[in-house]
């Protein structure tokens, strides 16, 4: 688990207690207590928010020294899923931008002096990484290394990335790099900065977000002709089947996407699980006699 990664997680156990224990220390909370108020409040979230929530304060508590604590909180099931109650609707996003809209976006962070956040914008538009990728993300002549923040099966599955573009491209990569790393923030920060800013800009429909521009970049790729495998392993999935989910191809410009997966990169890793469609077979019909 990268820094950025722990400390959107210490950063969500500690909004967790102080909403729903705002008159108890943090110290005196112990497992009834966090897993009772996690169970009631689960019907409130979404199953894969009370998953990270889950992970999250499991999170904080092992790094407090809880031990005990954090290995009940990782057993606790969601009752949403287990009992199959009614889930909280997922809140529809806005999943694409035109490059007008990105440029006036970009415009008004740097007007603000938001240069870390200007940054973080065009990295993501121009790489496809995740924001948690965001600080593992590196340039070495016309190489772009990802650092994946998604692994599974003991890092045998892992979800880093390299890419290659042409220098021109990298070097823009390496501008938006600098500018990203002129100052230490932490991402939740960046992230409610962008928002602010977008809700300024935007103020009429559903304002963007940094998931709009992976959606984006996701039909761009759907354009561009890549492989499955391919548009996999340069979002980071490990699957094939993870790109349907991101961005709708009638909405993607194939010549938005500069990367591609460089000479050395490992596409075995990416497995194949899009569903696959064999060719109609002839049905002949005997005519009755």
């Not at 169970?39 to 409130?44: D, S």
């Not at 890092?155 to 220098?167: F, H, N």
């Not at 391919?230 to 979002?235: D, I």
Request: with cysteine.
């Amino acid at each position: 688990m990268n820094v950025d990664t722990q400390t959107a997680y210490r950063s969500l156990a500690t909004h967790f207690y102080t909403t729903r224990f705002p008159e108890i220390p943090v110290s005196e909370l112990d497992e009834f207590r966090i897993i009772g108020e996690l169970l009631r409040a689960a019907p409130e979230y979404r199953p894969d928010y009370f998953r990270r929530l889950r992970n999250a304060l499991a999170l904080d508590q092992k790094l407090r020294g809880h031990f005990w604590i954090a290995q009940e909180i990782n057993r606790t099931l969601n009752p949403v899923t287990v009992l199959g109650l009614p889930r909280k609707r997922k809140l529809a996003r806005r999943q694409r931008i035109s490059d007008d809209d990105f440029a006036k976006w970009v415009s008004a962070l740097l007007a603000k002096g938001l240069a870390v956040d200007a940054g973080a914008l065009m990295l993501i538009r121009m790489t496809g990484a995740r924001p948690c990728e965001l600080s593992g993300i590196s340039v070495e002549g016309t190489s772009i290394h990802v650092l994946g923040a998604k692994h599974s099966h003991g890092g045998l599955r892992g979800a880093d990335r390299m890419l290659e573009a042409d220098d021109d491209f990298c070097q823009l990569v390496r501008n938006a790099l600098e500018a990203f790393r002129s100052e230490v923030r932490s991402l939740d920060s960046i992230r409610m900065a962008i928002h602010e800013v977008a809700k300024e800009v935007f103020s009429h429909g559903k304002p963007p977000s940094m998931y709009t521009l992976r959606h984006q970049f996701g039909a761009d790729l759907k354009a561009s002709g890549m492989s499955r495998v391919q548009m996999a392993y340069v979002m980071g999935h490990q699957a094939t089947d993870s790109i349907g989910r991101y961005g709708d191809k009638r909405f993607g410009r194939a010549e938005a996407v500069k990367v591609r997966p460089a000479p050395e990169a490992d596409l075995t890793q990416v497995r194949e699980t899009h569903a696959r469609y064999s060719p109609a077979r002839t049905v002949s019909v005997r005519a009755e006699r």
